[in-house]
């Protein structure tokens, strides 16, 4: 009698374990995750494999997410991180009983700045203290301003160089350095570059020569349009009267929801920072309108000439050129914040894009 109370006191927690969801305690399939890295500086390609996954028999199946917006099936693999931020790479498993299990790992990449240098021709990649972390050497001589772009799918440098005055806009791929594409800049001495990744994707590019922005198809550098001094004039009471377009020393694009965002351009004649309103046209290839929105804020003439800007986490990140420094500076005020990055290499810095 003692026996079979035993037994069934047995077969009644078993079946409780089992509508609990006890089951999984007997299953052996088991997820694992081996990567070579899990924290690095923008764009950060990491190797991940799940070969080690075990199962009760083998294993059939294993899907990979990045914690972004891709997928991937299949054993092991690379795969490379565009944007900075925190993210969890998880792997499903299934074997071939049907018993499945995920695991989860870390990843954490660090915002780069990028740097172009006019002297030696080349593009640097720093970490944020300003380590240098890598460089590519340039096909075409004298770069001005970096930006990365959406080209094709794939994250790209764009890099327009005076190159001996016959001007070239570089595409690189920010990974290895190889050249993509080689492409005629427009004006006759380009300066900075930036990229509008919302909405109408476009490249927009300042020419100290001709003094004119130029909106530009990221795709093949084709000029949309073209924005100069008499442009601005008509549509922004605030340049009437003062030098615009006469000495640019930076322009970046930033989201501005929910419109296509706004340029910020610096000019150096009068140390004045300006916020530009983008009125979208009705596609792309129709004109896209640009004002002035609001007073400019006048930056401190200790750090001019300054070779470009960039605007990271809300502050504006400036090359003081004869300081061989970059400093931050408060947007609202135009005040240095004392932060600053120096030691960082090259002898005329000239562009800065910060990816994140």
């Known amino acids: 009698m003692l026996r079979n109370r035993v037994i069934g006191a047995v077969l009644v927690l078993s079946a409780l374990l089992f509508a609990a969801g006890g089951c999984a305690l007997f299953q052996n399939v088991e997820a694992v995750i081996v990567v070579d ?9 990491i190797t991940f494999d799940g070969s080690g996954s075990t199962g009760s028999g083998d294993v059939t199946y294993h899907h990979w997410a990045f914690g972004t917006e891709d997928e991937v099936t299949g054993a092991a693999g690379t795969y490379t991180y565009q944007h900075a931020g925190t993210f969890e790479l998880e792997l499903f498993v299934r074997d071939e009983s049907g018993d499945t299990d995920t695991a989860t790992v870390t990843i954490t990449v660090e915002p780069a700045i990028w740097l172009t240098d006019e002297n030696l021709d080349r593009v640097y990649r720093l ?26 799918g794939e994250a790209t440098l764009v890099i327009p160089c005076f190159n001996e005055g016959v001007q070239r806009i570089v595409y690189l791929d920010p990974v290895t350095g190889a050249v993509e594409e080689t ?6 001495a380009p300066r900075q570059v930036t990229y509008g990744a919302v909405m109408q994707k476009q490249i927009w590019h300042v020419d100290a020569l001709t003094r004119k922005i130029f909106r530009l ?15 601005f004039k008509a549509t922004s009471p605030e340049v009437q009267n003062v030098p615009f377009l006469w000495t640019p ?22 140390h004045l920072l300006y916020e530009i309103e983008m009125i979208a046209g009705y596609d792309i290839m129709s004109n896209t309108q640009l004002e002035i929105a ?25 090359i003081d050129v004869d300081r061989h420094r970059i400093v931050q500076i408060d947007p609202e005020t135009g005040a240095l914040t004392g932060a600053e990055i120096t030691a960082f290499p090259g002898s005329a810095p000239s562009g800065i894009e910060i990816q994140h």
């Open 37 to 45: 890295v899990t924290t690095g500086t923008v764009p950060l390609t």
């Open 127 to 152: 970490s944020m203290d300003g380590a240098t972390l890598g460089f590519f050497d340039l096909p075409a001589k004298d770069p001005g301003g970096v930006t990365i772009a959406e080209v094709g």
């Open 183 to 188: 492409l005629t800049a427009p004006g006759q």
């Open 217 to 231: 198809n990221p795709a093949d550098a084709q000029v949309y349009e073209s924005y100069g001094q008499t442009y």
């Open 249 to 270: 020393q930076g322009l970046d694009w930033v989201p501005h929801s929910p419109t296509l965002g706004r340029l910020w351009y610096l000019e150096g004649e009068t």
């Open 294 to 318: 609001g007073d400019p804020v006048e930056l401190p003439s200790g750090i001019f000439p300054v070779g470009a800007i960039d605007i990271y986490d809300g502050y504006v990140w400036a």
